[in-house]
């Protein structure tokens, strides 16, 4: 589903983000990457979200050769990689719904289709109840759920989530991890970058370990091992 054939990132010639890195990523997949600060781990998720280009190598996502996707393909990609960050990066003057709404209104969905998406998506991370309530009037837990809902509105095959609980405290991080973990079994392929050892220790999933800008491990049912 996700493959990247030794990918490298050099954004400047002393500014290495990944150097010659290969990775298959299987479809439902739940993968965490992990690694120290500064190691390549947003640099991959901005290469698959086509935000970068990679200096060489090929990255494909299913059958899509994504390595030097048109400015105007990139919304087709978008629609099948979910994204959420660390920081929400919610829109302060809308409520719940009009945030999710909006990342359908810009692909240009149908109201229609809005009305009946917007509550499905809240429903699946459980703020069906405040739909109405603005960003600041939310914990940080629950901003956080309001972004996956609004990545989910197009149904992607693939979530990538970069830090989604940098911000939270256990309680609430926990929250995240749970939803995350349905959202796999949904059938959705699923890339973690975290740095929470508890988290990686739990999902006893695939842990990708990258350092420098390569990975140095790749195992099945692992743990966290820096
Ligand atoms: N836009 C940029 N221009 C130049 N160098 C960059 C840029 N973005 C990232 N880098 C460099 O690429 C390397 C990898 O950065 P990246 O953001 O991928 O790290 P990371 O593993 O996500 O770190 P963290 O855990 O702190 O988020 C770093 O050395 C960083 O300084
Ligand atoms: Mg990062």
Redesign the pocket.
């Given at each position: 589903m996700i493959n990247l054939q030794g990918i490298s990132k050099f954004?400047?010639r002393d500014?290495?983000?990944l150097h010659d890195v290969s990775l298959s990523i299987d479809h439902g997949e739940f993968v965490s990457v992990v690694?120290q600060?500064?190691?390549?781990?947003?640099?991959l998720v901005k290469l698959l979200i086509a935000e970068e280009r990679p200096t060489q190598g090929t990255i494909s996502i299913g059958d899509w050769d994504i390595t030097k996707i048109s400015q105007r393909d990139i919304p087709l990609l978008r629609r099948q990689i979910g994204v959420i960050f660390q920081d929400f990066k919610l829109l302060p003057g809308k409520t719940v719904e009009e945030n999710v709404a909006f990342a359908m209104q810009v692909a240009g969905e149908s109201i229609k289709r809005i009305r009946n998406v917007v509550p499905k998506v809240l429903d699946i991370v459980g703020l069906a109840h405040k739909s109405h309530r603005y960003p600041t009037q939310l914990s940080g837990g629950e901003q956080q759920r309001v972004a996956i809902a609004r990545s989910l509105v197009h149904r992607p095959k693939i979530l990538v989530a970069d830090e989604p609980t940098g911000n939270l405290d256990t309680v609430n991080s926990q929250e995240i991890i749970e939803i995350l973990k349905k959202i796999n079994e949904f059938g959705t392929t699923i890339v973690l970058v975290t740095h929470d050892k508890d988290i990686v220790n739990q999902l006893r999933k695939r842990v990708i370990t990258i350092d420098n800008g390569k990975i140095i491990s790749d195992a099945d049912h692992a743990k966290y091992r820096l």
């Open positions: 954004y400047t500014s290495v983000g690694g600060s500064g190691t390549g781990k947003t640099t």
